[in-house]
């Protein structure tokens, strides 16, 4: 009973991190050449467009199990602009969230010659988020007044802001999420209203042959919480034929832990997920896939986080594409 009472405890604690995180979570599908979801800044980074599909599966063997749908597409509009849109639906249990962005970026060339890569960019993204909180199936014997009994639906309002920099094959971003601090107001007690959150990365492609790598690393912190997680990623890329096939590794970790007591000891447990992905382009499409499993003692269930993304790129010319090994930027 101590070790169930413990869990639950830690569980509040997870689940009350994550929400100060209203909004698209960062997972890790970012690595399957999916900026944009994360950065506004990568809207029409390049001279066409890219459609990326997600779906993300938690733990199949746990019902309500939390799951996360997006689709996005961003391109670019005359020799400065990029636009972009994205719809994603998020549901954890009794608790779901639908939103919708519309995104403007401006992009300065700071190279004489466009086929050289050296690019300032600036994005703001701004949208909508319904978030529900489904009461139908509460159940009491003794009747609660903070139960309504039904479905509430509420709405708001929120803005991105990024920026990111790309030299041939070096990349950095940053971005400032839920800028206006704007938060639900779903339940009878009180919430806070300040979900914003900070999120930096920075990577380089090395090797201009068949076979390159690509280490990188993304930090976020959300503010009220003043949780923070580092991802240390690396990556491989290999040409055979047509086609470009890749695989890598990411592991996540939290600077903040939980305590727990066990059998009679206590300990400290930080958030650790082991993600590897693998991935293909062909021609202009590309599929990738990725499995996260949760490090340490206290876990829901042995199994782990499934996410698979689709995609296709349209637009450029090959002649307009840059001279360099940047697959966020070339289509």
């Known amino acids: 009973m101590k070790k169930l ?3 639950s405890v830690f569980t509040l604690f997870i689940v009350f991190k994550s929400n100060a995180q209203e909004g698209i979570p960062v997972y890790f599908d970012y690595l399957a050449d999916n900026y944009y979801l994360v950065y506004p800044s990568m809207a029409g980074i390049g001279q066409g467009g890219k459609i990326r599909l997600t779906a993300r599966q938690q733990w199949f063997s746990v019902d309500e199990a939390p799951n996360l749908q997006t689709f996005n597409g961003h391109f670019r509009v005359g020799e400065n602009s990029g636009v972009g849109a994205i719809l994603f639906n998020d549901s954890n249990g009794y608790h779901s969230q639908t939103g919708f962005k519309a995104t403007y970026a401006h992009h300065l060339q700071l190279s004489g010659d466009f086929r050289s890569l050296n690019q300032l960019s ?24 903070i139960i309504s009994g039904t479905k509430n ?5 929120n803005v991105d802001l990024g920026a990111s920099y790309n030299y041939l094959e070096f990349y950095a971003h940053v971005a400032v999420l839920n800028l206006l601090g704007t938060g639900r107001d779903l339940y ?12 930096f990365s920075v990577g380089h492609i090395f090797g201009r042959g068949d076979f390159r790598v690509e280490p990188s690393v993304l930090f976020q912190m959300t503010e009220f919480t003043e949780e923070r997680t580092l991802d240390v990623n690396a990556k491989v890329y290999k040409d055979v034929g047509n086609a470009t096939v890749w695989g890598g590794l990411s592991y996540r970790r939290s600077f903040d832990g939980a305590q727990f007591q066990q059998n009679g000891t206590f300990g400290e447990q930080r958030l650790q997920l082991i993600t590897p992905i693998a991935g293909v382009n062909i021609n202009r499409f590309m599929i990738s896939y990725n499995y996260s499993y949760q490090m340490g003692d206290i876990r829901f269930d042995d199994g782990g986080f499934h996410q698979i993304t689709l995609g296709i790129d349209f637009g450029e010319q090959r002649q307009n594409r840059f001279d360099c090994f940047c697959p966020a930027a070339n289509y």
Do not use: K, Q
């Not at 529900?132 to 003794?142: K, N, W, Y």
């Not at 009878?188 to 999120?199: K, Q």
């Open 5 to 7: 009472l413990l869990l």
């Open 122 to 145: 600036f994005g703001l993204s701004a949208g909508a988020i319904l978030s529900s909180l489904d009461e139908t199936e509460f159940r009491s014997v003794i009747p609660d007044p």
């Open 153 to 157: 639906t509420i709405s708001y309002f």
């Open 188 to 199: 009878t007690a009180a919430e806070f209203d300040n979900l914003r959150r900070y999120l």
